[in-house]
């Protein structure tokens, strides 16, 4: 290529890394020559001689639920912007797996890794790391000397709940999961603190715990109407249940979100926006963590603990009354 271009392999070196010390004409001349040659620099050479290769290796132990794909793409978003490349290694769950696709990243030289769960409980720090950067996506890990970026489920409890008393609910009720899980007990807390912060009593009895389910939301719902018991609002751990909570108000002739508002988390499209009757629903902005995660390993060290991503509410008929489709 520099002698096509008739220049010596140290200008056209030059040329082809933007240096200021080579002429116009020149650069666009080595340039010019490089198309025509169908030239390309070995991109994993000058990453070793920058210190840097542009790479960063994703490990997720699960591609086919909800949330770590959305991340997934949140991350490639942010490093397609800095023209870096993705690299994805499935674990399905095996740590052994997970173990050899470091060793594989490292010898490719990446800059970092990015380790992606699909849940929101902490999991044991990977092994093998050395000196490698490393950020935990919405699977914190359990070590305080780790970065991890996750879900702020306690905010979103927070969100949902203030959505509710801005529509004048006063009497609100939380249908949470398994009260194991930690999402659940954190939104289930988030709800309860923005109740009492806008100085609304709350018992026990308003924040029940179940399952992720639309006939746990269904259930929970009858048991309410059948106490007798004042209920203007529900926010309901995942829109699993709130589906089934609407579908029961509806049934017994609650009308929505007059005499009860719903919302639910998570904002599934597949039920939020296309059930026939679209609801509202705190989005935990999945692909905006895996973004938050991405530039936070690439601009620097990462520094330890957690950095948590609270998401934001997407109203609908089931709390502002737009006409369901």
């Known amino acids: 290529m520099a002698k096509a271009a008739g220049v010596s392999v140290g200008t056209a070196s030059k040329a082809l890394n933007g240096r200021f010390d080579v002429k116009r004409e020149t650069r666009e001349r080595v340039l010019r020559a490089a198309d025509e040659l169908n030239f390309r620099p070995n991109a994993l050479a000058r990453g070793l001689l920058a210190g840097r290769t542009q790479s960063v290796g994703v490990i997720t132990n699960d591609l086919d639920g909800r949330f770590a794909p959305k991340i997934v793409v949140g991350v490639e978003n942010a490093l397609g912007a800095d023209q870096s490349s993705v690299l994805l290694s499935i674990t399905r769950g095996d740590p ?29 720090p990977a092994r093998g790391l050395d000196r490698t950067p490393v950020v935990y996506v919405f699977s914190p890990s359990s070590s305080p000397e780790d970065a991890s970026v996750i879900a702020d489920n306690v905010a979103a409890g927070r969100l949902a709940a203030e959505h509710l008393i801005e529509q004048g609910k006063r009497h609100i009720y939380y249908l949470g999961g398994p009260p194991e899980e930690v999402a659940a007990r954190d939104r289930g807390q988030g709800t309860r603190e923005q109740i009492l912060a806008a100085g609304l009593s709350v018992s026990p009895l308003q924040i029940l715990y179940g399952t992720w389910a639309e006939q746990w939301g269904w259930d929970a719902v009858g048991g309410i109407l059948a106490s007798g018991a004042p209920v203007d609002g529900l926010v309901c751990g995942d829109d699993q249940i709130a589906r089934g909570a609407i579908d029961r108000l509806l049934s017994e ?37 895996g973004g938050r995660a991405a530039r936070i390993l690439t601009t620097g060290a990462p520094a330890p603990g957690v950095v948590a991503h609270p998401g934001h509410v997407v109203a609908r008929w089931s709390t502002i009354g737009d006409a369901p489709r």
């Open 96 to 124: 052994e797996l997970e173990a050899h696709y470091i060793r594989s990243f490292q010898e490719r030289r990446v800059d970092g890794i990015l380790i992606v769960g699909n849940i929101p409980e902490s999991r044991p």
């Open 253 to 289: 002739g609650v009308s929505i979100p007059d005499r009860a508002a719903v919302i639910g988390f998570d904002n599934w499209w597949i039920l939020a926006q296309n059930s026939r009757h679209p609801f509202s629903s705190v989005d935990m902005e999945l692909e905006a963590i």
